[in-house]
């Protein structure tokens, strides 16, 4: 991706700038990606990452703070993709017997069925971006990213 030209500009940016204008544009374009890959499911991105979060609880409820912790984009307001999900049938909230103000959260059949779908599409969408690195090219890419 030549930074330059998708921003429309012929000055020489510093290279700092230009390194963040570009993981900007590449993020962008990974979450158009995979936006698209869970579109027939009618699930958002951040909806998707509240299933696979109470799927790795292994049949364990979280509460919203452990969802938050989480989370991969914290700018999300939890509850309310919470409630979405609900509508969905994809989750349900309990009331926790012992403390009647924790609420618990679980995964339900029907959202690990979905789930199970929506993985895969995913995965595709993440192959489909990743096609042209090699194994060690993203392990070096990963290491440099880990500076930041």
Do not use: W
């Not at 993981?23 to 374009?29: E, Q, S, V």
Request: aromatic fraction near 4%; proline fraction near 3%.
């Amino acid at each position: 991706m030549n930074v330059e030209a998708a921003i429309k500009t012929e000055k020489k940016l510093p290279i700092g700038r230009r390194t963040i204008i570009h993981l900007m544009l590449i993020n962008n374009r990974i979450n158009e990606v995979i936006v698209n890959a869970l579109k027939p499911y009618e699930v958002s991105l951040q909806q998707f990452n509240v299933l696979r979060i109470l799927r790795g609880q292994q049949g364990i409820p979280a509460n919203l703070g452990t969802l938050n912790e989480r989370m991969v984009s914290k700018m999300s307001n939890t509850t309310r993709l919470v409630d979405k999900l609900i509508l969905k049938g994809y989750v349900e909230r309990n009331i926790c017997p012992s403390n009647r103000r924790k609420v618990e959260i679980s995964i339900t059949s029907s959202g690990f069925q979905a789930l199970e779908k929506m993985d895969k599409a995913v995965e595709a969408a993440e192959q489909e971006l990743m096609q042209h690195f090699s194994k060690e090219e993203l392990l070096s890419l990963n290491t440099l990213l880990d500076k930041i």
